[in-house]
């Protein structure tokens, strides 16, 4: 039986690498509870290089993606600052195992974890295992596959359950969606985070981000593409690809 440490190490060498494992669940059998431990551990590992945390995201908000893997709640993993890339800035592709985007809407929180600004947002999710393929517990332990994400211009909150959303490559829509897809109303990702949060011990602090969930199915990055989201009201984010 390997220890939460160890499986943490392995995920943590997986995505320094680039090289794709097997599900730890092949393994070994794995509680959503010990998933999350080595989520923490993994986030420590982090923390112990320097990085510091700059929030949470929700994965599993589409009603669509919950049905096809077959769950009935959402999922929470943490963000740190080395994740961020800035407005327009460059992912490089060659450093992930397989990676791929979503167009999202994020939160910026306040005291008492109340959202105080939206913004469009670019999530990278890339999943450490082989063929992007794992169980529930094995997404979690690989914090919701959480690589990068970009964040546009800050706004007030206003309506945002109804609002087109579009993935763009080099200026061509790859993806169409609604922040409807995020569950229902990307507003309801403040109570599922807050929830989720006190459930698994993620801290929502003055000044965290919330990654609120993704308003179209991810979509496979390659090198040398400018990647943009459009959400209608909000404005747009964009980052360009690298492959070395
Ligand atoms: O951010 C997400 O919606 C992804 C959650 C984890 C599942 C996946 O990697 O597709
Ligand atoms: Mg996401």
Same mark, same amino acid.
């Given at each position: ?15 320094a690498?680039?090289?794709?494992i ?7 059998p ?8 080595v989520?923490h !551990?993994?986030i420590?590992l982090r923390e ?13 908000t589409s ?10 709640? *959402? ?25 791929? *985007? ?10 008492d974890a109340?959202?105080?600004a ?14 992007f ?15 990068a994400? *970009?964040l ?7 309506r945002?359950?109804? $609002? ?5 490559f080099?200026?061509?829509?790859v993806?169409?969606? %609604? ?5 229902g109303?990307?507003?309801r !990702? ?24 993704? !308003?179209?199915?991810a ?8 990647v943009? !989201?459009?959400?209608a009201? $909000?404005?747009?984010? %964009? ?6």
């Amino acid at each position: 039986m390997s220890t939460v440490e160890e499986r943490a190490e392995l995920l943590d060498r997986a995505t320094a690498t680039g090289q794709a494992i097997p599900q730890l669940t092949s393994a070994e059998p794995m509680t959503l509870e010990t998933a999350y431990a080595v989520q923490h !551990a993994g986030i420590a590992l982090r923390e112990q290089r320097g990085e510091r945390l700059a929030g949470v995201k929700l994965g599993f908000t589409s009603k669509a993606k919950a049905e096809q893997m077959g769950v009935s709640d *959402v999922i929470i993993g943490s963000l740190t600052d080395r994740m961020g890339i800035e407005d327009g800035g460059t992912f490089d592709v060659g450093r992930g195992v397989h990676p791929r *985007v979503e167009p999202e809407v994020a939160f910026r929180l306040g005291p008492d974890a109340e959202p105080v600004a939206v913004a469009p947002a670019l999530e990278i999710i890339d999943s450490r295992y082989r063929d992007f393929r794992f169980s529930l517990a094995d997404v979690v332990a690989d914090n919701t596959s959480a690589s990068a994400f *970009v964040l546009g211009p800050w706004t007030r909150i206003g309506r945002l359950d109804a $609002l087109a959303v579009d993935l763009l490559f080099d200026g061509e829509v790859v993806a169409t969606g %609604s922040t409807a897809d995020i569950l229902g109303d990307p507003l309801r !990702a403040l109570p599922a985070a807050r929830r989720m949060a006190a459930e698994y011990g993620h801290r929502l602090f003055d000044g965290a981000v919330l990654l609120a969930g993704a !308003a179209t199915a991810a979509v496979a990055l390659k090198p040398r593409t400018h990647v943009e !989201a459009r959400v209608a009201g $909000l404005g747009s984010v %964009s980052v360009r690809t690298k492959e070395g």
